[in-house]
């Protein structure tokens, strides 16, 4: 998380917006793949055909074009008239959808070209269990017609799931960022304790100078020496006196130079008000000025 604080806010709600549409693309690309072709399907089901006449003794029978029904049942009818077994339908079915992938769930109903009649039906299901009740039947001759209805496949993998979490706790994390730099702002702009120098407001407590709609961040350092200059305006503040507030009382030996360094990034956060100033004394520290 350290890593996506850093990330420019453009970056890395930008990141989770590409995220979230190579998922989408994903899932439709799965979708797309596992669509039955619709000339494959009807290669398979003319060879079915195929094989049954064969499985007859017919071999000079034609297989009519396969037809449509509806978007999941298709109808597959003969030239000629003739017999064969309950078996050979079921044993055929079963074996060429295995062989070709082209589906594991559905229905087989047999019926009668004159009488508009189920003479034999079957349904191979791998969730609910196969029903094969018509075996071991020979059929009369007769003018059939073969329809099939394949249930659709659930092609979604739940395991995507696992993976809407990432963008949209990015999206989070961006989202409480921003609302909590906001309600920082806000906290920062209806606390009253704050010490007024020039236009600039100093809110020692959160480390910030505020003018206007405009916030300074300011270092602890640099906090401890303004709120000394802010206590002391128009006082000379003795170079050895800084040097012991903000550094010595914890320990560090330091030298002038770093308490010139200091006042010299105050001057320059200070720089949108020209009536404050840090006037050097030689040989002794600063003076704090607001005219």
């Not at 979708?31 to 006449?53: Q, T």
């Not at 305006?233 to 330091?254: A, C, F, P, S």
């Amino acid at each position: 998380m350290v890593y996506f604080a850093r990330m420019k806010p453009f970056t890395l709600f930008g990141s989770s917006i590409i995220i979230i549409f190579i998922l989408i693309f994903a899932v439709a690309s799965i979708n797309k793949k596992d669509e039955i072709s619709e000339k494959h399907l009807e290669v398979v089901l003319r060879y079915i055909g195929h094989r049954l006449l064969l499985s007859a003794k017919d071999s000079s029978s034609r297989v009519l074009p396969v037809k449509k029904v509806n978007g999941t049942t298709y109808q597959l009818s003969f030239e000629n008239k003739f017999s064969f077994a309950s078996d050979s339908l079921i044993n055929l079915v079963q074996r060429e959808f295995q062989k070709t992938d082209l589906a594991t769930n559905y229905i087989v109903n047999l019926k009668n070209c004159e009488k508009k009649e189920t003479v034999l039906a079957f349904e191979i299901n791998g969730r609910a269990g196969h029903l094969t009740p018509c075996r071991g039947r020979r059929l009369a001759v007769s003018c059939y017609v073969i329809e099939i209805e394949l249930f659709k496949r659930n092609n979604f993998n739940s395991l995507w799931l696992l993976l809407v979490p990432i963008p949209l706790g990015f999206i989070g994390f961006y989202v409480k960022d921003k609302f909590r730099k906001k309600e920082g702002k806000e906290s920062i702009a209806n606390n009253n304790d704050h010490i007024q120098l020039g236009s600039f407001q100093f809110y020692a407590d959160n480390n910030v100078l505020k003018t206007g709609d405009k916030s300074i961040s300011l270092s602890e350092k640099e906090t401890k020496a303004l709120k000394i200059f802010a206590e002391n305006i128009n006082q000379i503040v003795e170079r050895e006196t800084l040097m012991k507030e903000i550094w010595e009382d914890k320990g560090i030996v330091v030298i002038s130079r770093n308490v010139d360094v200091l006042v010299s990034k105050l001057r320059k956060k200070l720089t949108d008000d020209n009536s404050i100033k840090f006037i050097t004394v030689p040989g002794r520290g600063y003076k704090f000025t607001i005219e």
